[in-house]
């Protein structure tokens, strides 16, 4: 039996404000989606996933979905429609026209970032007995019907109410089916076609956690939410010197920047001993070895390399595991030149690098007071401190 995931991410997200689509914004360090698309490509129960974006935003999605793990499951995305009923048919279709279509789907929202895989377990066990079951929690607040101005008119009883969540899972010809029948109708969830086109769906307790992100402030909880998951608290330390180099025509890089100055430093890459400290100290907080075992300077491919690919594939690594960088501190110790007229633009590359807010990136610096090499001028050293939380 194969099961697959369409993940619908064609809306425009306008309530939630910004500039993009809500599920582009970041969460934790990562695109929103990227969030839902990991969560499925995950389980082991799913053999392929199908997310159906806007045409206008392949560059956006092409980020958002970059290097991830088990991405030989995730099929090239598809376009949607005018609303999210025509989205959805358009991935359903998608999928029909795999070599072998699946036996289920589970239409899942690309903006709720919290699926859990016992959700997604129970929804496939299901299946075994209903063509149709949804995730859904019990509303629990005392209903009010009110006028425009506020006053209440009399109660409802909630007692059979349920909050519909996603995924949604159906056997896929009878939903792909059902979709095709309610064309033009504009439903707002599967489970409405899947009752419209008179299929029985079961409703399997859901959870709070898996709530939609929405408007603007939703973001702040989602964040506060995954930080409550990600308990693994981890420190790293990254240590580099660079000997000052004569290559004339080659800039000094110092935190991912160029910074003006009248020498240069030696290396294989392009020597900046600020974005090497900060890899190690990623690395040092996942136990994952050191910089140069992951990009061996006897490797011709890192010849002259730019130093931020090495500390983006540190905080990839972080990102694979679930987890999100919590802070970067990185102290330069040189007498020249002078780290604090390019403090913050340091501070904003190495954010961007990391997709992190320029608010947990610090850079510090000191000098030996004339000691030792770095005091006679003879290189640059730096260390960093990385702080990284994975799930429990
Ligand atoms: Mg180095």
């Not at 993940?7 to 839902?36: F, N, S, T």
């Not at 290559?247 to 001993?273: C, F, N, T």
Request: with cysteine; net charge negative.
């Amino acid at each position: 039996m194969k099961h697959a995931v369409l993940i619908v991410a064609g809306g425009r997200g306008l309530r939630a404000g910004g500039e993009i689509p809500k599920q582009y914004q970041m969460l934790g360090g990562v695109p929103l989606l990227r969030h839902a698309v990991q969560a499925c490509l995950r389980h082991e129960a799913i053999d392929h996933v199908q997310v159906v974006i806007h045409s206008d935003d392949q560059a956006l999605y092409h980020n958002a979905i970059r290097d991830l793990p088990a991405a030989e499951k995730l099929a090239a995305a598809c376009f949607g429609g005018d609303n999210r009923q025509d989205s959805v048919r358009q991935g359903l279709e998608a999928l029909n026209r795999l070599p072998e279509p699946p036996a289920t789907v589970l239409i899942h929202d690309a903006a709720r970032p919290f699926l859990k895989p016992d959700a997604i377990d129970r929804l496939l066990t299901a299946l075994s007995q209903t063509p149709g079951a949804i995730l859904a929690v019990p509303v629990v607040d005392t209903l009010k019907r009110g006028t425009r101005q506020g006053q209440i008119q009399g109660g409802a009883d909630r007692s059979d109410l349920w909050r519909a969540q996603t995924p949604q899972a159906f056997h896929f010809g009878a939903i792909l089916d059902a979709h095709r029948a309610a064309i033009g109708l504009n439903m707002t969830d599967d489970a409405a076609v899947a009752e419209q086109a008179g299929l029985a769906v079961q409703l399997i307790m859901g959870s709070e956690e898996n709530f939609k992100v929405t408007e603007a402030e939703d973001f702040a909880r989602a964040e506060r939410q995954l930080l409550h998951s990600l308990g693994d608290i981890r420190s790293g330390q990254g240590y580099d010197v660079h000997a000052f180099g004569d290559e004339p025509s080659r800039p000094l890089m110092l935190g991912g920047i160029i910074v003006p100055h009248s020498r240069s430093l030696a290396g294989h890459s392009d020597a900046d001993v600020g974005l090497h400290a900060l890899t190690d100290a990623l690395l040092g907080a996942l136990a994952e070895g050191d910089i140069g075992q992951h990009f061996p300077p006897s490797d011709v491919r890192w010849k002259n390399a730019a130093s931020d690919r090495f500390l983006a594939h540190a905080a990839n690594l972080v990102h694979e595991r679930g987890g999100v960088i919590a802070h970067l501190d990185l102290t330069f110790i040189c007498e020249a030149p002078k780290i604090g007229p390019h403090r913050d633009a340091m501070r904003a590359r190495i954010a961007a690098i990391c997709g992190l807010d320029i608010s947990r990136v610090a850079v510090q610096a000191t000098t030996t007071e004339g000691l030792g090499f770095t005091g006679r001028r003879e290189g640059i050293a730096a260390q960093a401190l990385a702080t990284i939380r994975l799930p429990m």
